[in-house]
């Protein structure tokens, strides 16, 4: 059975950290791009950071750059995305996917996401 599975999510204060993991079952990640979206209430769906499959090139949108980092384990068929700095606008629910072709997508595989909420 093909799945993407995410953890990792919580509270956390501004300015804290957190790892987001995105475990895949049923496929191995190191043949796709991941990529990691967050969405926040009343808001759509933005795209924070990918990893591609070929060169394993990241990529971040220009409000995470500095602050959040993509990796992968291809033993533990594993991503991650660290969050450090984090603030209350990066309050969302955030989801992986998988894609067999690039980071701009289509994207094949979709996890069921994780809240992460920043607040003092």
């Known amino acids: 059975q093909v799945q993407l599975v995410e953890s990792g999510g919580g509270l956390v204060q501004p300015g804290g950290s957190l790892r987001l993991s995105c475990a895949a079952s049923?496929?191995?990640?190191?043949?796709?791009?991941i990529g990691w979206f967050r969405q926040a209430p009343g808001k759509e769906r933005e795209g924070v950071s990918c990893?591609?499959?070929?060169?394993?090139?990241?990529y971040y949108a220009d409000s995470v750059k500095g602050r959040f980092t993509i990796s992968r384990d291809n033993a533990k068929n594993t991503v991650y995305l660290q969050m450090n700095s984090l603030k209350p606008e990066d309050t969302a629910v955030y989801y992986c996917?998988?894609?067999?072709?690039?980071?701009?997508?289509?994207?094949?595989?979709w996890g069921q996401g994780t809240q992460v909420t920043v607040s003092s």
């Open positions: 996917a998988a894609s067999r072709y690039y980071c701009s997508g289509p994207w094949d595989y």
């Open positions: 990893i591609s499959s070929s060169d394993g090139s990241t």
């Open positions: 049923g496929f191995t990640l190191d043949d796709y791009a």
